[in-house]
């Protein structure tokens, strides 16, 4: 044909991989394995343009890999359970049931669409029983392990979503879901024992090579481990003691008060009875405060004096005891032992309160004072008023201090982690039923192994009113107990949805097992994951549940894997600028002509450009992109317009550009079809050298930049170049192999990024096996190395050397390579380089006197 009419080509090649399977794969190859995974979407209705850019980016990579020779893996499914799916229930009465199947049908139409290369096969949802049965039966070990157990918690509950939220999904003090802000409960919740793990979670980061820097320092912080140690303080009346954790014992000496969490179980016992009022007002005020804010550097800090008194074990002096907000108790001992000369929130701290300040660690060239001092002094230096260690350089002191007071047996070396067990109660209908039964008899029994799948029932209904569906569920929370056959309550709370995603990549290994959550041979053929690739905002989350979950079933025998992800590209955002109206506020693109709202003709403000969000209305369709464009044009624009890890600016022009660029590559097919007739192997001679050093430099280029660096908008940019050299080489009909040749590079580097038109236009240029078969090409070194040429150098008119040079350098760097020419110095001489005359490929005569 002669025109490129994407909309046809696209379905006609959808149809033909659906219908031969041909991205299905197995275990039973004798190629290398390569798994290729992007994160499973939400089933929230419909696409976006950031899983336009996610799931493209992905698809070159298994494309890449797949003509590599490899056998890929790369699987789709749905993250399908949570809440969304429930507010649609409250909201418009929809089961979520339904509305997450129909959402998941709408959305595999979309993806299929794009021509995304997935083995369907292997397809599924989270919500299927199926699935989570096996997560039940993962639960039910880690629960006979230990690493699965209730405890009474304060959590941080979102009052809108009637919920639970993990530390690690609140952000700014608000529900990451829905924005409102969090407050403080206690509540009975199940937890796993993450903390088990916290050092192997840690020490694996070191090895991790194929993550991005930026995600492994965030884990890092989030494991947050300390070292310092625990000492006691000895309170000043009674013989109990009260211990602090601290990274500084080499400040001990410099200990003046002491500032405790205000949930300190002692804080009231110490508070005497002319300070009660005061302390029980501050605990009060201090509940409502939020954690995040209490402990941040610029929060107001402030406290309360108890009326007691602890004794510094070293010094011997007396230290007031407070209560202080920025003191919390689930880290460390809840204890801190105050030092405002070297710790900044204390020195806030005793300025305000007017404490104490000694100054036990002197910089190398200031003298501080605690007269005068501004600020805490945090650097190093050297130890004073630290009686024996005086002298030493702090953290030499550090060691001494922590073995002087083991030996003393006042404090020991502890370790400490700011990573909390991983809370997993929800009190949510649409989710995994957590398998535990409660009996007045025998407490806590878990459903035995045979009585699972402890099935979501659907019979439920959606009050909107709080709470979650199950408790109301009596059918479903009446059991007999497993034990003693007495009438017993089920377990009304689901899992958070964290868990369902952080296995279900060992899952796809083995969709259809029937024996056990992970069959072992699949799973030892297909995991580690060699490329996982998704949003950022995932860093902390869920690839950190996912590594713990990956040891969890390691350590429970399910499977052999350390780490889940060898590799990880974490892609950037896709942005658009917003654009507003002074009547009608934000608008979506479609709603602005010319500059002027549609509804009123006002002229339109040009906002910021930001992620692309609903609520600000800057999206696009990809829908619509796709219906006007071809899915080839939507995946080559999200791959060409920024490189992966970089956040993508919209840009009409952009997407017609990539849109003509397709056209161009097809009509150099088209156009040259008679010329192509007479092609045979590339001609080696001639104006066909050129040709074929652009065809054979450009495969190289194409490939170094797909490959592990995932340079696409490159890649996609020397192509362009090659078409425009194609188009621009006059002697095609004379050299009709080097043109055929260079064509067909263009259209097998392409073939990952627009798998549909190359595919059309191999077929065109005459073959009858797929581009699969033809494998990715190969570039010849012979073909790549430039042609030299040699030159004669004459000095003042006699020729005294030969350079060679390469034949396409120009006239200076022709000069060059001739004054830099040894022989040449020689006959110079002492002389002056009066004038240079170069005869292009020939000759260059030195005049010299
Ligand atoms: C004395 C001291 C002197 C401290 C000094 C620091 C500097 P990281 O590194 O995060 O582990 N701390 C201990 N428990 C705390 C709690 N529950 N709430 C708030 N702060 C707490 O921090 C450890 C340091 O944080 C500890 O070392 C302790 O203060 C404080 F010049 O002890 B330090
Ligand atoms: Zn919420």
């Known amino acids: 044909e002669e025109r490129y009419e994407p909309i046809g080509i696209e379905l006609a090649w959808q149809k033909a991989w659906a219908d031969s399977n041909k991205f299905s794969v197995s275990e039973k190859s004798d190629k290398e394995k390569f798994y290729l995974l992007e994160m499973f979407p939400y089933p929230s209705g419909r696409i976006h343009m950031g899983h336009v850019r996610n799931y493209s980016i992905g698809d070159v990579v298994a494309r890449f890999k797949r003509l590599q020779g490899y056998n890929v893996l790369h699987p789709m499914g749905w993250d399908a359970f949570g809440m969304p799916a429930e507010n649609a229930a409250i909201q418009h009465g929809i089961h979520p049931a339904k509305w997450t199947v129909e959402n998941i049908a709408n959305m595999r139409l ?60 609140v952000e700014d003090d608000a ?111 201090v509940r409502t405060q939020d954690k995040k804010n209490r402990t941040s550097e610029d929060f107001e800090k402030e406290g309360v ?76 230096g050297k130890m004073v008023n630290s009686d024996r260690f005086d002298g030493l350089d702090n953290e030499a002191a550090k060691e001494q201090i922590a073995d002087y007071l083991a030996k003393e047996g006042i404090g020991e070396k502890t370790v400490n982690f700011r990573l909390r067990d991983w809370g997993v109660s929800r009190q949510r209908y649409w989710g995994t039923p957590i398998p535990i039964i409660y009996c007045d008899q025998c407490g806590v029994v878990p459903v035995p192994e045979k009585d699972l799948p402890v099935v979501l029932p659907t019979d439920v209904e959606f009050t909107g009113e709080g709470g979650s569906p199950l408790a109301k569920h009596k059918e479903f929370y009446t059991v007999s107990c497993p034990q003693c056959g007495e009438v017993a309550r089920r377990e009304t709370d689901t899992f958070d949805t964290f868990v369902e995603s952080s296995w279900y990549f060992a899952r796809y290994a083995c969709p259809d097992f029937a024996s056990g959550p992970i069959d072992r041979a699949a799973a030892e053929y297909w995991l580690p994951v060699d490329q996982y690739i998704g949003g950022v905002e995932h860093a902390v989350m869920h690839l950190l549940y996912a590594r713990f979950f990956t040891k969890v079933m390691r350590d429970l025998g399910l499977m052999d894997v350390d780490e889940p992800f060898t590799n990880l590209l974490t892609q950037g955002m896709v942005c658009k600028e917003t654009q507003s109206c002074p009547e009608h506020g934000w608008l979506y693109p479609e709603q602005v002509e010319n500059g002027k709202c549609t509804q009123c003709g006002k002229p339109v403000t040009i906002g910021r450009t930001e992620k692309m969000s609903k609520s600000k209305m800057n999206v696009v369709d990809p829908d619509k992109l796709i219906a006007t464009y071809g899915a080839d044009t939507a ?41 192509l007739k007479n092609a045979a192997a590339p001609e080696t001679e001639g104006d066909a050298k050129a040709l074929r050093r652009m065809t054979h430099r450009t495969i190289k280029k194409v490939t170094e930049d797909i490959d592990g660096r995932f340079h696409f908008n490159t890649a996609i940019a020397a192509v362009m170049e090659l078409v425009n050299a194609i188009y621009g080489f006059e002697k095609k009909a004379e050299y009709p192999g080097a043109v055929k040749e260079a064509l067909e590079a263009a259209v097998r580097l392409l073939a990952p990024f627009v798998p549909h038109v190359t595919e059309e236009l191999w077929a065109n240029l005459g073959h009858e096996e797929d581009l699969e078969t033809a494998g990715w090409p190969e570039y010849d070194t012979a073909a790549m190395v430039e042609d030299e040429k040699l030159i004669v150098i004459q000095v003042n008119g006699k020729v005294r050397s030969k350079i060679t040079v390469s034949a396409s350098a120009g006239k200076d760097e022709v000069e060059k390579a001739a004054l830099a020419d040894e022989t040449v110095q020689r006959f110079i001489g002492d002389g002056t380089v009066r004038k240079v005359i170069v005869v292009p490929g020939k000759l260059v005569n030195v005049v010299a006197s």
């Open 305 to 380: 004096f108890t009326g007691s008194y602890c004794i510094n074990p070293l010094t011997r002096r007396k230290m007031p005891i407070y209560l202080a907000n920025f003191v919390l108790m689930d880290y460390g001992t809840g204890a801190v032992m105050a030092v405002p000369t070297h710790d900044q929130r204390d020195f806030e701290f005793a300025k305000k309160y007017d404490l104490p300040l000694v100054v036990v660690i002197q910089p190398e060239d200031e003298n501080i004072d605690p007269e005068t001092m501004a600020e805490a002094w945090t650097g190093p």
């Open 110 to 169: 979309q993806l299929k669409r794009m021509g995304l290369s997935y083995d369907w096969d292997r397809e599924f949802a989270t919500c299927d029983v199926d699935y989570y049965k096996w997560e039940q039966l993962i639960f039910l070990k880690m629960f006979e392990k230990g690493l699965a157990y209730k405890k009474s918690s304060s959590v941080n509950w979102c009052p809108t979503c009637q919920t639970v939220l993990a530390n690690e999904q």
């Open 175 to 285: 529900c990451w879901r829905c924005g409102t802000v969090v407050e403080d409960k206690e509540l009975d919740q199940w937890f796993f024992k993450i903390t088990n793990y916290a050092q192997e979670l840690l020490d694996e980061i070191d090895k991790m090579a194929g993550w991005p820097d930026s995600v492994l320092t965030m884990q890092r912080n989030w494991i947050g481990r300390s070292t310092g140690c625990e000492v006691a303080f000895p309170l000043e009346n009674t013989l109990d003691k009260i211990k602090v954790f601290t990274t500084r014992q080499d400040t001990l000496y410099g200990a003046t008060f002491m500032s405790l969490a205000p949930e300190h179980p002692k804080a009231l016992e110490l508070t005497t009875d002319d300070q009660r009022e005061a302390v029980e007002a501050f605990i009060a005020k």
């Open 635 to 675: 995946r080559l624009f999200s791959l060409f317009a920024a490189p992966p890890e970089k956040d993508l600016e919209w840009n009409d022009q952009s997407v017609e550009g990539c849109y003509r660029f397709l056209n161009r590559v097809w009509r150099a097919v088209y156009d040259n079809q008679d010329i």
